[in-house]
């Protein structure tokens, strides 16, 4: 069974940075791309970033490009997102998610809180 | 970027209703298009892809259309687990999504 399951959400002062993770099992994590999609409080789905099934080439959303990065470490099936200067706009819950060979996002991880504020 | 708008952002309907959303692209996505479900807490669940295309075990009472720059999810007899928010996702190019349509009881 896939399963993805995301850590490292915290309460973080404005200005600060926070590393997510994301702990895959269930499946050959070295042959899938992966993405992070976060969503706001009361608010809709927002792409984040994407990572190549060998980290090799990434994507980062406009709003977010600079403040993020993305990364994973798949001798330990984990998929990253480490965030910087972080704004209370960027509070949300978020997802990973695996990228099927057909490009949609089928697997989903349960989400991560971030929350910003002072 | 490519944007995605949806409409409308609210529907109102009643079990046993046909119900249908529709989401436009800023330029052309071929069928570069997936439609996701979500539930208050839960993570998006994949409903449609490839425009047109229905997820294994999405029942079919769900379906797809469209290409190019104009799509719909119709939903031909609600049942009271659908209402739920909706969203439709391009990944012609990277990934982009609607605002999302938010399906209630009336």
């Known amino acids: 069974e896939v399963q993805l399951v995301e850590s490292g959400g915290a309460l973080v002062q404005p200005g600060g940075s926070l590393r997510l993770s994301c702990a895959a099992s269930?499946?050959?994590?070295?042959?899938?791309?992966m993405h992070w999609v976060r969503q706001a409080p009361g608010k809709g789905l927002e792409y984040v970033s994407a990572?190549?099934?060998?980290?090799?080439?990434?994507y980062y959303a406009n709003s977010l490009k600079g403040r993020v990065s993305i990364s994973r470490d798949n001798s330990k099936s984990t998929l990253y997102l480490q965030m910087g200067s972080l704004r209370a706009e960027d509070t949300a819950v978020y997802f990973c998610?695996?990228?099927?060979?057909?490009?949609?996002?089928?697997?989903w991880g349960q989400g991560t809180l971030v929350t910003v504020s002072s | 970027d490519i944007q995605m708008t949806q409409f409308p952002s609210t529907l109102s309907a009643s079990v046993g209703d046909r119900v249908t959303i529709t989401c436009r692209a800023s330029?052309?996505?071929?069928?570069?298009l997936a439609w996701y479900q979500q539930k208050p807490g839960k993570a998006p669940k994949l409903l449609i892809y490839m425009a047109s295309s229905l997820q294994s075990g999405v029942p079919l009472r769900f379906s797809g259309s469209g290409s190019g720059t104009e799509f719909s999810l119709t939903i031909s007899s609600l049942q009271p687990d659908d209402f739920a928010t909706y969203y439709c996702q391009q990944y012609n190019y990277y990934y982009t999504f609607g605002q999302g349509t938010k399906l209630e009881i009336k």
């Open positions: 990572i190549s099934s060998n980290g090799g080439s990434t």
């Open positions: 330029q052309s996505i071929g069928s570069w």
């Open positions: 998610a695996r990228e099927e060979r057909s490009r949609e996002l089928v697997h």
């Open positions: 269930g499946f050959t994590f070295t042959t899938f791309s």
